[in-house]
């Protein structure tokens, strides 16, 4: 499924943003560490063509120079950001080609970490936020281990042998333990007093 959807986005990748939302991107795209486990060439070509674009319509007096910056700009993106998706990468690139993110005249990786950061900020981190905030076992994202300890340990009233129902059978041995334990405590009661 995941080798499915990483097809999709490749054949449709120039038009991919073009309809996509912040929240669409984050509902039903694919993240970046599962796309790369599924296909890591694909994924970083893919990553690769898209920062070509990118560079290729952005009007930037430093921006990279080789294929190799290029590359390593695509690794980096990896690397720093794994839980993102490619879709909300592919609309932040969007985002810079419209101006949203002020670049400086510089399209370096340096400021490309910085755009995705702000795009992360802005728009992933709510959203997640949300989504943590409806699920119901979790109290404030956290587990009440107070109520949850409460609900485990129950307090064990006694009960008498009668009272549980149960019978204990003693052998004479048994009986002259317990007489000898009795003496014993009694003489030690005894001698303290």
Not at 90 to 97: E, G, P, Q, S
Not at 120 to 137: A, D, G, N, S
Not at 176 to 189: G, L, T, V
């Amino acid at each position: 499924m995941l080798k499915k959807q990483l097809d999709g986005l490749i054949l449709a990748a120039d038009s991919i943003a073009r309809d996509l939302t912040p929240k669409d991107a984050f509902k039903s795209g694919l993240i970046m560490q599962s796309a790369s486990s599924t296909d890591g060439t694909a994924t970083r070509m893919l990553l690769l063509s898209q920062l070509e674009r990118l560079v290729r319509s952005v009007n930037a007096t430093r921006s990279f120079q080789t294929q190799s910056d290029l590359q390593d700009a695509v690794d980096d993106i990896q690397e720093i950001f794994p839980s993102l998706k490619v879709e909300e990468i592919l609309l932040c690139f969007k985002y810079i080609r419209q101006g949203k993110y002020e670049l400086y005249g510089n399209l370096t990786t340096n400021t490309l970490i910085k755009c995705l950061h702000n795009y992360e900020i802005e728009h992933t981190v709510p959203l997640r936020e949300q989504k943590h905030r409806e699920q119901k076992p979790y109290v404030n994202g956290m587990i009440d281990w107070k109520r949850l300890s409460d609900a485990i340990v129950l307090p064990k009233e006694k009960k008498t042998l009668e009272e549980a129902g149960g019978s204990v059978h003693l052998t004479l041995e048994d009986f002259n333990e317990i007489a000898k334990a009795q003496k014993e405590a009694y003489q030690a009661q005894n001698l303290s007093e």
